[in-house]
């Protein structure tokens, strides 16, 4: 090995190399064109991209639209019931549910259901209905029937559907006082959907300004925060509730003990949330551009709120996407405990705490039928929050 | 940790005095409206010996140094000492959370795993759909209708934790049989929402590592695709579950409060309920504070299980004190 290794590099003594600066304008697209796909994906905006990536998730999508249409159904629920959900059918006191019939004997009819005969059996003491196959009752659309006030404020009868006044008529069957289950059920979707919502706006307030002040600020502002939530998570947070509850006067009206329910589920839900700010905040605090707007001389809230949190927004809004359904099974358990709303507030909590013995299970299952709107809601929220998530980081 | 748990205490207690009114005064209401006559005498002298004419701040302090001595205070509707009404049932409810827990994981771990390496197949839409549904039934009601079905096809009875001729029996292999008998539905009624969860967490956890430049390395130089899996994704993606152990306990307690109510499950659940809604204070506030403690000391070592599981977490832990 006595040569020596030969460099890729040029020789010492050779000649100095010629530095070349062409003076020709330079113009990227003669050395890379892009195609108008390309083009496309590269200028869309931040938000686009989330949309297409959000698009892709087809349960999530569609979930989506579920979700929005039971929503907006809620501002209608007085005229998307058959009856006022108040209205009890004293003579039709645990009917089961009914189908809607098109023919009947052989000749279309349009939409209609049998009549139905009770009988008292008296061996078991309670009431059988059968169909009357001879009485039809005839449906109609767009019509006027039971009374109601729309939110309370505006009196009407319009309805989608409904049956002559006094008739039969309870797809989903009737509860113990003979009121309409269906309606019942649309009506507590405004009270059940509404509770996750208003709850997690209070979760997200808290947890924006509590996480954000701990992560922006930093040394003992952060240790209490960190305390406080290590706290309330270590206690079970039905015991929480129950005495949250408990402190509210009796004498309240049903709407005050609404919001004092949702404040209370909104109260003890953000530690999560206050704990991902806090953590995107610490890494987030030491980037440029904050260190640029503190010099610039903009305040902690205007530097947290303006340019810190919009840069996890999607990421937060997820997260609490999949909170919502804590806050309507809570609601259902605090109802159930019978610490949640009380009549006449209808919610589907409030609703299954009627279907909470066996019996019900037995005799009357149709009372159970509520919790089937619960869980569509809630896992129509989960596949939505999935999908949220995913599109949340559009680069990924 | 122990400021953690002097705050807890106090929130604790602060929960507890929170609804107006007191244990006599329900007392009270109980006698009245059972017809019974009051007189102010035997009221104030009942107030008197449970200490409730004292200020919050007394009372608490008391409270708290008789806990830390060991001794947790009085039953005033079981009118007995607090440990000895929770005594009995804790170990019960100790039993049915460990049972919970250990479900949980036997069902979550495979199928997340599944989910992760077969991500949008049928199967992982499908097993998340069925995770999510237990997740959505609200747990009251999957106990009542378990029950009913238990009743009505297999014949047996599931309320209660053993069969009723077991009870106040010493420890026998019948009875041992019979009580994991009635555990079945209500650890599975319990560990359905928990379970979806961590379904979820491990698929999410272990596709984030499946995704790294690693496992690509670790495959392409030919490691058995089993082994690329366990060796490092799965045991980096377990690092949320070892973190996540002591806060499990509060959920599952809260979980398993409802459920025994529906089942009639002696387990602690019950009685604190009862016990909060009639304020009898010293039984709910020790028996709280006793979950509390445990469930720090659960977070505090799962912290050091995640130092041993990952060297990166004890080393950054040290540089940043």
Request: net charge neutral; hydrophobic share 50%; with cysteine.
């Amino acid at each position: 090995m006595s040569e020596k290794p030969t460099s890729a590099l040029p020789k010492e003594d050779t000649k100095e190399l010629h530095h070349f600066v062409s003076d020709a304008p330079f113009d990227l697209r003669s050395v890379q064109t892009l195609t108008p796909e390309q083009e496309k994906i590269y200028f869309a905006s931040q938000l686009t991209l989330m949309w297409w990536k959000f698009k892709k998730h087809r349960v999530a999508v569609w979930s989506g639209v579920f979700l929005l249409v039971i929503y907006a159904s809620v501002l209608f629920s007085e005229f998307l019931s058959p009856w006022n959900y108040q209205t009890k059918h004293t003579k039709y006191i645990y009917v089961p549910p009914q189908g809607i019939h098109l023919f009947h004997d052989g000749k279309f009819e349009g939409p209609f259901v049998y009549e139905l005969k009770r009988k008292l059996n008296l061996e078991t003491m309670t009431r059988e209905y059968t169909q009357d196959k001879k009485k039809i009752v005839k449906l109609s659309f767009f019509c006027s029937g039971d009374n109601y006030h729309w939110m309370g404020l505006i009196s009407g009868d319009n309805h989608l559907v409904c049956a002559p006044i006094g008739k039969p008529f309870f797809l989903l069957g009737t509860d113990r006082l003979g009121r309409d289950m269906l309606s019942r059920i649309i009506q507590g979707a405004r009270i059940s959907l509404t509770i996750g919502l208003i709850g997690i706006a209070v979760s997200f307030f808290l947890g924006i300004v509590i996480g954000g002040a701990a992560g922006y600020y930093g040394g003992w502002v952060d240790m209490v925060v960190q305390r406080i939530i290590e706290v309330l998570q270590s206690i079970p947070t039905i015991p929480l509730w129950l005495s949250l509850s408990a402190i509210m006067p009796a004498s309240w009206s049903p709407i005050l003990i609404y919001f004092g329910i949702t404040i209370i589920l909104g109260l003890l839900d953000w530690t999560g949330l206050a704990r991902a700010v806090r953590s995107k905040l610490l890494s987030l605090r030491e980037e440029d551009y904050v260190l640029a707007a503190r010099l610039i001389g903009a305040g902690p809230s205007r530097i947290i709120g303006r340019h810190l949190v919009p840069g996890f927004m999607s990421h937060l809004i997820a997260s609490a996407t999949i909170t919502i359904p804590t806050m309507i099974l809570g609601e259902t358990a605090l109802s159930f405990l019978g610490l949640g709303l009380r009549e006449p507030i209808t919610s589907w909590g409030v609703l299954l705490n009627e279907a909470q013995n066996i019996n019900v299970v037995a005799i009357f299952p149709w009372l159970m039928i509520p919790v089937v709107p619960v869980i569509l809601v809630i896992i129509a929220f989960n596949f939505l929050g999935d999908g949220l998530r995913d599109a949340a980081d559009p680069y990924k | 940790m122990i400021p953690t748990l002097v705050l807890a205490s106090i929130v604790i207690f602060t929960i507890i005095q929170l609804p107006p009114g007191d244990y006599v005064e329900s007392y009270i209401g109980e006698l009245l409206a059972a017809g019974e006559s009051v007189d102010l005498e035997r009221v104030e002298y009942l107030r008197a010996e449970y200490g409730l004419d004292q200020p919050m701040w007394k009372r608490y302090l008391l409270w708290i140094t008789n806990f830390v001595q060991g001794d947790f205070g009085y039953s005033f509707e079981n009118q007995r000492p607090v440990s000895e009404v929770v005594g009995n049932r804790l170990w019960l409810t100790i039993l049915v959370s460990f049972a919970t827990i250990i479900l949980t994981w036997v069902i979550a771990f495979p199928i997340g795993i599944y989910s992760a390496t077969h991500q949008y197949s049928w199967g992982d839409y499908g097993l998340t759909f069925l995770g999510l549904l237990g997740l959505a039934t609200p747990n009251f009601l999957l106990a009542l209708v378990m029950m009913y079905f238990a009743q009505t096809i297999f014949g047996v009875s599931i309320g209660g934790l053993m069969d009723k001729e077991f009870i106040d029996q010493p420890m026998s292999w019948p009875k041992f049989w019979s009580v994991l008998e009635h555990l079945i539905v209500p650890t599975v009624v319990i560990g359905t929402a928990g379970t979806a969860a961590m379904i979820r967490r491990i698929r999410a956890n272990l596709l984030d590592e499946l995704e790294k430049q690693y496992v690509i390395t670790a495959r392409a130089k030919g490691v058995p695709p089993f082994k690329a899996l366990v060796k490092y994704p799965l045991r980096m993606s377990l690092n949320f579950f070892v973190a996540d152990i002591g806060s499990l306990l509060p959920s599952i307690i809260s979980g398993a409060e409802i459920v025994s109510i529906v089942l009639s499950l002696q387990t602690t659940g019950p009685l604190l309920i009862t016990a909060l809604k009639s304020q009898d204070m010293y039984l709910a506030g020790s028996f709280l504070m006793f979950l509390a403690t445990l469930t720090v000391i659960g977070v505090l070592l799962s912290d050091i299980a995640l130092g041993f599981l990952d060297p990166r977490i004890r080393l950054q832990g040290g540089a940043d004190k």
